[in-house]
């Protein structure tokens, strides 16, 4: 294992109350990477990501960041080492308007207001419909439009990496495709990503690597294309 | 006649910005913890108790330095009430929260009584007890202390939740706490705030009514429910419903005492608050909720 990967997860265990639903989970990510974490419901991949962005406790295993130790630390300070979560459901700020929830985004950057409205003109940019709904309420907006805002929300963290929760769930096929095409595009302009999908084929389409999670334990870890031909997984996940 | 309903309106308005006040606390409480605070008519008895306090004898502070003294310390008693009564009790029931601010406003209450004794204590006006006159109707200057206060209290708590960051960042908290959370938003430190906030405006309702209408160790009890009663008037969780709720309440009140009798006024602001809540139980400006799944 290379030791200069942006992020790594040692043999990380998590439970909710006496239940543990993770057990012995390790990754890395390498900086620039896109990597897919495939699995069925409950296979514990938001789990996964929430103990990641510490909004969940772990209670062994170790999560460093950049070379730094981030296990167990506040959610609100893990944000501020470039860790931005784009967590499942979306969860944006209902009552509050587009650009509002846009700029709650930056929150931990919001001194320094230059950098803050030219990003805002960037994801406007990426996102020309939230443009054009800035001052509506976010609960307002469809699925595939409030996606997009929880991504820009995200991307106003300015995030080193981005953990991207089911951001098909619940979409027409149509936004399907062109949330994983702004995934790609993201990408390619830089963002290390990692993403969790129960669209596996989507997913794996998209990534450079993937690991398959099944009830809490990795099974397999293999370069994307290896994974779409793997007959095990393709039968699992990908349902052919 | 209408030199007397002038007369009453004047009243009303008065007592109904201090209840607008104790709305305005429990409705940023409420927004940010769904907690409806009880102790918040002793934030008022406490800020003014305190100043009395702190301005009494030879050696006492001037007025307002005793006034700011005592909003600090109240705000401090807000904070002390959020951290180790209701932080502990995240995630209890609405009714379990409800018990423990009853339980803290009473254990404030018996603090009062223990320092400050159980008479009732006058407060020095601000500038003069010389009367204006308005046709035959008078107010004191006092009334414009507590009616300009309110209103800069008002639009400044208007300003905070709609034209700065971290006021946002407290609604946020309150809308979704692990997305504010992944914000970067420190939901504890926020929660701190609100109930400082919340604090504060109590301590300056009772800082500037009580020249007028004086106060004691009990006193919060009934402001308390009068605001409350304003929040659920003007809709829970609505900060302008909460300010129209109180001036409305403190109107009617006014208006019931003065044009029918004083021994009912109390009971014909419950009355019409039942009536309203039977007709619109969101209350007058209440709003719907239409989360979007």
Redesign the interface.
Known sequence: MPSDALLRVDGLSTSYGPVEVMHNVSLEIQEGELVAIVGANGAGKTTLLRTISGLHRCHSGKISFAGSDITNSAAHTIVRSGICHVPEGRQVFAPLSVDDNLRLGAYTLRKDSEWVESEMARIYELFPILKEKWQLESGNLSGGQQQMLAIGRALLGHPKLLLLDEPSMGLAPLLVEEIFRIVQELNSKGVTILLVEQNARMALAVADRGYVLETGQIITSAPANELLNDEAVRKAYLGY | MFDQILQFLITGMTTGAIYALVALGFTIIYNASDVVNFAQGEFVMMGAMSTIFLAAGDNGLPIPLAAATSVVLVICVGILLQRFAIAPARGASVVTTIIITIGASIFLRGVALVIWGKDIQAMAHFSGEIPIHIGNATLLPQNLWVMGGTALMVLGVHYFFHHT?QG??I??CS??R??????????GLMMLVAYGLSALLGAMAGILVTPISFTSYDAGVMLGLKGFSAAILGGMGNPMGAVVGGLLLGLIESLAAGLISSGYKDAIGFIILLLVLFIRPSGLMGRRS????
């Open positions: 960051m946002k960042a609604l946020a809308y979704n692990d997305a504010a959370n992944l914000m970067g938003i420190n939901v239409s989360d979007r799944v």
